[in-house]
């Protein structure tokens, strides 16, 4: 008796969820989504910034470029979740979209901390 509710309880539990789910508010979801994309681009451009001020070695030079595709990959993905939400299109493929976009976000600011970390290495080898 004690299995059965338990199995019980699960399937209730799993069919809660499974409900919760669907009626997820897709467009607040997205819209943080979003929102947190900006954010994440603004201290990417902060970095992007500071990187091309600095010397620039081949080392630079490549995380760069590479820091600079991943910028457009994600901000090509933006933008166009961003038109399909100004057509008050909100679902779970939006969502996932723009999670990939940051992904791509984060992916250049690693690029572009790398290369400043190369040069600090680089002063730090001078100044030895």
């Known amino acids: 008796m004690k299995r059965l509710i338990f199995i019980l309880t699960g399937l209730v539990f799993t069919f809660s969820l499974a409900l919760a789910q669907g009626q997820k508010d897709w467009k607040t979801t997205c819209e943080k989504q979003y929102n947190d ?3 994440v681009k603004n201290v990417v ?3 992007l910034d ?3 001020k600095s010397e620039q070695t081949d080392v630079v030079k490549k995380d760069l470029t590479d820091a600079q595709y991943w910028l457009n990959l994600a ?3 933006m933008n166009k979740q ?3 939400m100004d057509k008050g299109e909100y679902n779970e493929d ?3 979209q723009l999670g990939y976009a940051w992904r791509y976000y984060v992916e250049a600011g690693t690029k572009l901390t790398l290369a400043l970390n190369s040069l600090q290495v680089k002063v730090k080898k001078k100044g030895s």
């Open 94 to 96: 939006v969502f996932l």
């Open 37 to 39: 994309n900006v954010a």
């Open 75 to 77: 901000d090509e993905i």
């Open 45 to 47: 451009l902060n970095l």
């Open 50 to 52: 500071q990187v091309k």
């Open 82 to 84: 961003k038109a399909r």
